[in-house]
């Protein structure tokens, strides 16, 4: 704009003289100079807040799609992805396990070992069953029939189990150990504690849940 009033300025009558220009000529170059809106200097305005709330939409739908779709396929809990579960066969049962326990059905990796051995505390005999994966993961498992009338005070993040009353709880750091505990029409005692090994797959909470409610 401001080559333009320079030019203005320099426009004037005595400039035209000498130079071979008609008078039509000198009127249609001073009135196109003096004009508030030389055409040399117009453009168009195109509006844009139209595509660009457009945009906007479609861009919020498609990220409500993609979190919706996300949740119902289990890939967001909180901050971690629910871990793949591999079917565990009623036949791989430890024979040494107690009828009265029940034992899983879903394992998060492929079962390459089994040991089992017993211990016992004050409540009585402890069944304990380890599972190991070919990278190290383990699941440790123990099994203990209580008397209904021994109090027992579950610490942690209380959670339910199908309907039984429970308590879960997790270390920091990548290589997350997560623990479950849970008791069973007052009479049995549950407690199953996942450790990643050489695998880089932690468990939720969600996922222990999963784990437990797959006893049978």
């Known amino acids: 704009m401001d080559e333009l009033k320079q030019l ?34 117009t453009y168009n305005k195109k509006p844009i807040l139209a ?18 779709g996300g949740t119902q396929l289990g890939l967001f809990d909180g901050n971690n ?5 591999y079917q565990y066969e009623a036949k791989d049962r430890p024979e040494s396990l107690g009828a009265e326990y029940k ?13 089992t051995k017993t211990s016992e505390d004050s409540s009585g005999k402890i069944e304990l069953v380890t599972l190991t994966g070919k990278e190290k993961q383990t699941i440790r498992l123990s099994f203990q029939s209580i008397d209904p009338s021994e109090y027992l005070t579950l610490s942690q993040d209380e959670v339910k189990v199908g309907q039984s009353k429970g308590s879960y709880y997790e270390s920091e750091g990548s290589a997350k150990v997560s623990r479950l505990i849970w008791i069973e029409g007052d009479t049995i005692k549950y407690e199953m504690e996942y450790m990643p090994g050489g695998s880089d797959v932690t468990l939720s909470k969600k996922d222990m849940i ?7």
């Open 8 to 41: 203005r300025g320099l426009m004037k009558e005595e400039t035209f003289k000498g130079h071979g220009f008609t008078n039509k000529m000198r009127e249609n170059i001073l009135n196109e100079i003096h004009s508030k809106r030389s055409k040399s200097f």
């Open 103 to 115: 034992f899983l059905t879903k394992a998060p990796f492929e079962v390459a070992e089994v040991t």
């Open 51 to 68: 595509p660009l709330m457009s945009f906007l939409f479609v861009a919020a739908c498609l990220s409500l799609f993609v979190y919706f």
């Open 210 to 216: 999963k784990m437990a409610e797959s006893f049978r």
């Open 81 to 85: 992805a629910s871990a793949p579960f």
